[in-house]
């Protein structure tokens, strides 16, 4: 009797962290669309974002008919400046304001009826097929698909240009499709034995095709994001790091920051669809994303703990030296995750060290103190990019500021 109590008693104690993985296993499995027109909701609290008229009546944003993006590190930069300037309507629009919406929908047409852009090169899995699909993602598909979601939450579309879009966003999501489904590292490197769904291009891909599925209201296109965020969470290392990002040189924390706004904003939209999987934890053994934050401060305190892995230099980019991480303190792609975090979980022990860190200002480094500005600055910074975090981050990731 007294084993079987002890017994129930360790089940018990293991219930939460259970609970919470076959709650993910079960929205994986089961999830479905619950609003087709809402993949980020209007925000009514405008104060926290950018969101300014950058209206201009003589303003074109031609598509370019192309894609050709480099065989070495690096996009097709073309389609960056594409999704800066396509932001400058979608964030007002996302704001509620109608003359914004309206040129958000001339854009997305135009670009649809163009079926623009289209790949040069076969598909394969060489670098120029990682950087072209990262490039439509990035800078066409989830910019374009949020904007439109905004667009239709203020104008009406006519069933026909419903139909055009609809169909047009189908192609080019499927010409970036580069989820990495089936395939693990296997070479002798610091990622060794970690799917590459878990690699921060794949999260791109799946953040489109989560979009897909609710504009199409398609459940098995919405649920596989769910896939790849799984991946990420269950391979990071037991200290919060992710083998793939981290072995990057200089980058090593610039990637690793990438890839969890890019979890965040999977968290968001299955959050605005109803489903709840930012605590999902791996088996009850705390690889979640609380563990991922763990880590980026246990850097901020101590950034010689991601050397041993930097210094792989896998694809650093024009960040050689792996000793000075090139973690730029107001990107919004390198940030835009804490964003979304601390307005979740304000009283996390993660948090409340970032909090201790306050009291002893003068001798902090600069990674710490890069924490506490953006900490202090939660509801007030206003970062005017998106990319990897699909919206503003300190307007569409906050908790309880719609």
Request: hydrophobic residues 35%; charged residues 25%; positive net charge.
């Amino acid at each position: 009797m007294k084993k079987l109590l002890i017994i129930f008693l360790s089940i018990f104690l293991l219930i939460p962290n259970l609970s919470l993985a076959l709650e993910f296993k079960k929205i994986k499995k089961e999830a479905v669309v619950t609003n087709s027109k809402i993949i980020f909701p209007i925000k009514s609290n405008k104060d926290t974002c950018v969101g300014f008229q950058l209206l201009q009546p003589t303003f074109t944003l031609d598509p370019i008919p192309t894609l050709d993006a480099p065989k070495g590190y690096g996009l097709d930069d073309r389609f960056d400046r594409v999704r800066q300037q396509f932001e400058k309507f979608s964030m007002p629009c996302g704001l509620g304001d109608v003359k914004s919406c309206e040129k958000v929908k001339e854009i997305i047409l135009n670009w649809a009826k163009a079926d623009a852009p289209k790949r040069k090169g076969s598909d394969n899995g060489e670098s120029k097929f990682w950087n072209d699909t990262l490039t439509i993602n990035l800078h066409i598909n989830n910019p374009m698909m949020s904007g439109y979601s905004f667009a239709r939450q203020v104008i009406d579309f006519s069933v026909e240009e419903e139909k055009i879009i609809k169909e047009w966003f189908k192609r080019s999501v499927k010409r970036g499709a580069h989820l990495m489904y089936g395939k693990k590292y296997k070479d002798n490197t610091g990622a060794r034995g970690v799917p590459r769904s878990a690699h921060n291009h794949a999260l791109t891909s799946a953040i489109s095709h989560m979009q897909l599925g609710i504009i199409l209201n398609d459940n098995k296109l919405f649920r596989k994001a769910f896939k790849n965020y799984e991946h990420t969470i269950r391979y990071q290392r037991k200290n919060g790091s992710l083998p793939i990002e981290v072995r990057r040189g200089g980058r090593a924390m610039f990637y690793q920051g990438r890839a969890m706004s890019a979890l965040s904003a999977i968290a968001i939209i299955a959050e605005n669809q109803g489903y709840n999987i930012w605590e999902y934890d791996h088996k009850g053994k705390g690889k979640n994303f609380h563990n991922l934050v763990k880590f980026f401060l246990d850097f901020a305190e101590n950034n010689e703990i991601v050397f041993k892995y930097a210094k792989e230099m896998k694809a650093p980019g024009p960040a050689k030296d792996y000793k000075n991480q090139d973690l730029k303190m107001i990107n919004s792609s390198n940030w835009g995750w804490f964003y979304a975090y601390a307005t979740r979980f304000p009283n996390h022990e993660n948090i409340k060290r970032i909090q201790g860190w306050a009291n002893n200002a003068d001798n902090l480094n600069k990674y710490q103190t890069g924490f506490l500005y953006h900490y202090k600055n939660i509801g007030k910074t206003k970062f005017n990019n998106a990319s990897w975090t699909v919206v503003e981050a300190n307007c569409h990731f906050l908790r309880q500021l719609n």
